[in-house]
């Protein structure tokens, strides 16, 4: 090889180099954002909605037995939407058909339950009934689910 060649071969080899190192600088193309399936996200929602009621269940349980009454609304709206939660969870997961007749009965379930749990709304900022906050926002999120896969 003489030295032409090697001069020619070297700038090749050079702008080869310069053009993945460019390449490697661009900036990439976004990925396309995935479609949320309604069916998997309400899945999701339910899943959390119904560990926090849980939770604001047996807090609501444990205020009532000390005696606190005002507790009575929001146990009995968190067990109706852990029974309505549950069979819900059951039908969409299997596709039934009367799964979109439920999710609607879930939904106001849902909706109530966080009335229900906002009337203790005036605690949280002191550390209180956490759970009943924790339980309202699942509710809230929920119920957002539960349009989006009744309007799917």
């Known amino acids: ?5 090697l001069v020619v071969s ?6 080869a180099l310069a053009m993945t190192t460019v390449a490697e600088a661009a900036p990439k193309a976004k990925a396309p954002a995935k479609k949320v399936d309604p069916r998997t ?9 119904l560990a926090k009621a849980a ?11 000390a005696g606190s009454k005002e507790f009575a609304r929001c146990s009995a709206s968190v067990r109706d939407m852990i029974a309505i939660g549950q ?7 299997r596709g039934s058909a009367s799964a979109k ?12 339950c966080s009335a229900a749990c ?4 005036e605690h949280w900022s002191h550390g209180m009934h956490v759970e009943c906050k924790e339980c309202m926002d699942a509710c809230d999120a929920c119920l957002k689910a539960c349009m989006a896969y009744s309007a799917a």
């Open 1 to 5: 090889m003489n030295r032409r060649e």
């Open 10 to 15: 070297g700038l090749g080899a050079g702008l």
């Open 41 to 49: 996200a309400l899945l999701a929602s339910l899943a959390t909605c």
């Open 55 to 65: 939770l604001c269940d047996a807090h609501c349980a444990a205020q009532l037995a």
């Open 87 to 93: 069979a819900t969870q059951s039908l969409v997961a």
């Open 101 to 112: 007749t439920l999710v609607d009965l879930c939904a106001a379930a849902c909706k109530e």
């Open 118 to 121: 906002l009337e203790h709304k």
